[in-house]
T-cell receptor
Framework: QKEVEQDPGPLSVPEGAIVSLNCTYS??????FMWYRQYSRKGPELLMY????GNKEDGRFTAQVDKSSKYISLFIRDSQPSDSATYLC???????????FGTGTRLTVIP | ETGVTQTPRHLVMGMTNKKSLKCEQH?????MYWYKQSAKKPLELMFV???????ENNSVPSRFSPECPNSSHLFLHLHTLQPEDSALYLC??????????????FGSGTRLTVV
């Protein structure tokens, strides 16, 4: 079983839609959760960073962590064509500087 | 220049060649990483350097050899590669704070093709 599972998509939505991206994980030691966005021909860039369970909001983006279900989500409101990218979830246990990544979900927002 | 810079952006090499990938970070971070990104697979951690010391070597074949001469520079030396080594190689840096992981800053990667 992979440490982190993420549906690779692809996912296509119309402009303005609400997008929901998800990851599940198996290691209960994971405490830190991140979302990265990767545009074509670029490296991933950090989008959201959360610790333990709960919600975090930044503009149109909301990250949710449910540790009891080992499930994390990223919501994008009012999606824009510029949001078209691959979104990778990543997580880490306390005391480690290694990140465990999902495979990434490719998102296309159609104008 | 800011961020993490990788060179070259693209590399085509034969199986008997020797080449090196270069990474430079301008962020004052104390940890650097090499990752391999292949289609439909999670990023695979290859090597971690913290304070210029290698702290992780993730069962990587010996045809990949890392070098970290100082906290700003990281190299990946390649020799006698196989076609399945074709992938995007990403360098990243972060500030190692001990208990709490920090987000990584990635370079744009080197697209490697082994022929």
């Amino acid at each position: 079983q992979k440490e982190v599972e993420q549906d690779p998509g692809p996912l296509s939505v119309p402009e303005g839609a609400i997008v929901s991206l998800n990851c599940t994980y198996s290691n209960s030691a994971f405490q830190y959760f991140m979302w990265y966005r990767q545009y074509s021909r670029k490296g991933p860039e950090l989008l959201m960073y959360t610790y333990s369970s709960g919600n975090k909001e930044d503009g149109r983006f909301t990250a949710q962590v449910d540790k009891s279900s080992k499930y994390i989500s990223l919501f994008i409101r009012d999606s824009q064509p510029s949001d078209s990218a691959t979104y990778l979830c990543a997580m880490s246990p306390t005391g480690a500087n290694n990140l465990f990544f999902g495979t990434g979900t490719r998102l296309t927002v159609i104008p | 220049e800011t961020g993490v810079t990788q060179t070259p952006r693209h590399l085509v090499m034969g199986m008997t060649n020797k080449k090196s990938l270069k990474c430079e970070q301008h962020l004052g971070h104390n940890a650097m990483y090499w990752y391999k990104q292949s289609a439909k697979k999670p990023l695979e951690l290859m090597f971690v350097y913290s304070l210029e010391e290698r702290v992780e070597n993730n069962s990587v074949p010996s045809r990949f050899s890392p070098e970290c001469p100082n906290s700003s520079h990281l190299f990946l030396h390649l020799h006698t590669l196989q076609p399945e080594d074709s992938a995007l190689y990403l360098c990243a840096s972060s500030q190692d704070r001990g208990n709490r992981p920090s987000g990584y800053t990635f370079g744009s990667g080197t697209r490697l093709t082994v022929v």
